[in-house]
């Protein structure tokens, strides 16, 4: 007994030891995210409740609230992108997480000074978009840093994981916060997760090779650089095409999901949290099983068969009657979205880091937001007229629709089904390196 539970600890020591988990600086990131997951948990719901509950939003605000946090990477991605190649990518991490913290914080305060308006919120949101610009961008290429190409699936979903975590468990606290506290209030709990974060990643060790600038590099030359990477590319096109033709869409829910279900279902904040809850389970289950599905299946099909999920859900959504089980089925859909936008981000994110050179990181990252960004504000503007002026279950009902068309003709008419996993064509592509060097004359000649 005593040599069974000896082999036991030594196998999950030496797991623990293969696991990213295992290095500090990968361990320190990881963490980080997973506080300010969860704190994010609270302003995703606080905000736009804030909006719909003390300040009686209409859709069109909505719309416009949701618009405007999206506005920023249509106008400054690009040049992020170029920013983010030219210097280390801690620093912008650093000082994008304060600029957050302060912009949230503003909105306790007004509350308490009793100074709230949707214009805070407008430039709130704007501030929140543009700071998100730079973060998210930066983030990935340190993650690559960190992990290496040949670990982006496990990195990948191992943040998945955390944040999934953050989904089962956030959303009702948050919701419960919120009651309690009211909605404003609650936002300066994510405050806190921000400071969290700051601290955590200060005591990061890794040395960031400053990158080469070339002499009089023109910032056009490198955006335009950028832009024939990802339009050029066989992988990064399709990918961008998908991505774009959803996020679009995916604005539209994100504008009307706190209407729909405080005004249509008549959920309180922490039924509605709850219900959250349900979707942070798909997501964490989508995390465990994304690196199975994808040795199977390769990497491309489970970005489409996620996409579909979000329709299945939208589609869902718009035959959810309001009865004693609409909590239920809500929290239903929103596994099924979950589950299946997990799916989608795991493989898309490892894919288009997978193939993409080190010195281009930074402007593909910035340049496929930008594309995928760019047209969002319209589809949360479109959606928040067609709610007002069909509904908002028919509203869910025409993207579900237009969603499941477009996985249907990116299956048809693209590549993506047929690429293989990224861990397969990392190590394909080391083997090939290896031969080259084998083979290759000038080093043949050195003995």
């Not at 990131?29 to 300040?55: C, D, E, H, N, Y």
């Not at 190409?149 to 919120?178: D, H, Q, V, W, Y």
């Not at 200060?202 to 070339?214: F, I």
């Not at 592509?429 to 004359?441: F, K, L, Y």
């Amino acid at each position: 007994m005593k040599t069974m539970l000896t082999n036991r600890l030594h196998k999950l020591l030496a797991l623990w030891r293969a696991s990213l988990l295992a290095q500090r600086d990968f361990r320190l990131m990881w963490l980080s995210s997973t506080a300010t997951s969860f704190g994010g948990q609270i302003t995703m719901l606080a905000l736009p409740l804030t909006a719909v509950v003390l300040l009686d939003a209409t859709p069109r605000q909505m719309g416009l609230l949701v618009g405007l946090e999206a506005l920023p990477f249509s106008l400054f991605s690009l040049h992020a992108g170029v920013l983010i190649d030219r210097v280390r990518k801690l620093p912008i991490i650093l000082v994008c997480e304060v600029v957050i913290c302060v912009a949230l914080l503003t909105v306790p305060v007004a509350a308490l000074l009793d100074e709230l308006s949707m214009s805070l919120l407008y430039v709130v949101g704007f501030v929140l978009g543009t700071v998100f610009v730079f973060v998210g961008s930066a983030a990935q290429v340190y993650l690559t840093q960190l992990a290496g190409r040949e670990r982006l699936i496990e990195a990948n979903s191992l943040f998945i994981g955390a944040e999934s975590t953050a989904r089962l468990t956030g959303p009702g606290l948050a919701g419960l916060l919120i009651q309690w506290l009211s909605a404003p209030l609650a936002i300066f709990f994510d405050c806190l997760t921000f400071v969290a974060s700051l601290l955590l990643l200060t005591r990061t060790r890794h040395v960031e090779v400053r990158p080469v600038v070339k002499k009089n590099a023109s910032i056009q030359r490198e955006i335009r650089e950028g832009l024939a990477l990802v339009l050029g590319h066989p992988i990064l096109r399709p990918l961008t095409l998908v991505s774009t033709s959803w996020f679009i869409v995916f604005q539209g829910w994100i504008a009307l999901q706190t209407l729909y279900a405080t005004r249509e279902l008549g959920l309180s904040p922490s039924e509605l949290g709850a219900a959250h809850m349900f979707g942070g389970a798909g997501a964490l289950l989508s995390s465990f099983l994304a690196s199975r599905v994808t040795r199977r299946l390769g990497t491309g099909v489970p970005i489409l068969i996620g996409v579909a999920c979000s329709a299945a859900a939208w589609l869902l959504l718009a035959l959810l009657p309001r009865n004693g089980h609409s909590f239920a089925t809500l929290g239903a859909a929103m596994f099924v979205f979950d589950f299946g936008i997990m799916l989608y981000w795991i493989n898309y994110a490892s894919l288009r880091q997978a193939v993409t050179p080190d010195h281009l990181l930074g402007r593909m990252t910035a340049t496929m937001r930008f594309f995928t960004v760019a047209a969002a504000p319209l589809g949360a503007l479109a959606a928040g007229h067609a709610a007002e002026a069909f509904g908002l279950r028919q509203t869910f009902a025409g993207m579900g629709v237009i969603v499941m068309g477009m996985v249907a003709l990116l299956y048809l008419r693209t590549d993506l089904r047929n690429v293989p996993d990224v861990s397969r064509m990392e190590a394909e592509r080391a083997v090939h390196h290896d031969q080259t060097i084998e083979t290759s004359p000038r080093l043949a000649n050195v003995n």
